[in-house]
């Protein structure tokens, strides 16, 4: 995806430290870019997007949260189920919003 072709981005994870069901807020603007770890940060994806192709978008991350995260075990539990519907339902009503011209926050 070249985050320079969109006006908004969110980045979606689950996480053991989001309030339940979820939590949608802005990408902090202090992003930095770090090459000591195998994983990416969404601050590192965007502070790369932003300065070798100038993307402008805003960024938002929706944090589901989880309880159990076992790299033995694909399953997902009732309560994360819900916190997961949750958000997919936040996302959809603010989508649907914004491509009818509604306010959204």
Same mark, same amino acid.
């Given at each position: 995806?070249?985050?320079?072709? *969109?006006?908004?981005?969110? *980045?979606? @994870?689950?996480?053991? @430290?989001?309030?339940?069901?979820?939590?949608?807020?802005?990408?902090?603007?202090?992003?930095?870019?770090?090459? @000591? &770890?195998? !994983?990416?940060?969404?601050?590192?994806? &965007?502070y790369?997007a932003? &300065?070798?192709?100038?993307?402008?978008? !805003?960024?938002?991350?929706?944090?589901?949260?989880?309880?159990?995260?076992?790299?033995?075990?694909?399953?997902i !539990?009732?309560?994360?189920?819900?916190?997961?519907?949750?958000a997919?339902?936040?996302?959809?009503?603010? *989508?649907?919003?914004?491509?009818?011209?509604?306010?959204?926050?």
């Amino acid at each position: 995806m070249d985050m320079s072709d *969109y006006g908004q981005v969110v *980045y979606v @994870d689950a996480s053991l @430290d989001a309030p339940p069901p979820f939590e949608f807020a802005p990408l902090p603007n202090d992003a930095v870019m770090r090459l @000591d &770890t195998h !994983s990416v940060s969404p601050g590192a994806l &965007t502070y790369l997007a932003r &300065t070798l192709f100038g993307a402008t978008a !805003s960024v938002f991350v929706l944090a589901i949260r989880g309880y159990r995260f076992d790299p033995f075990i694909e399953t997902i !539990s009732e309560q994360a189920q819900g916190n997961l519907r949750e958000a997919i339902s936040f996302f959809a009503n603010r *989508y649907q919003d914004q491509t009818s011209g509604g306010r959204t926050s």
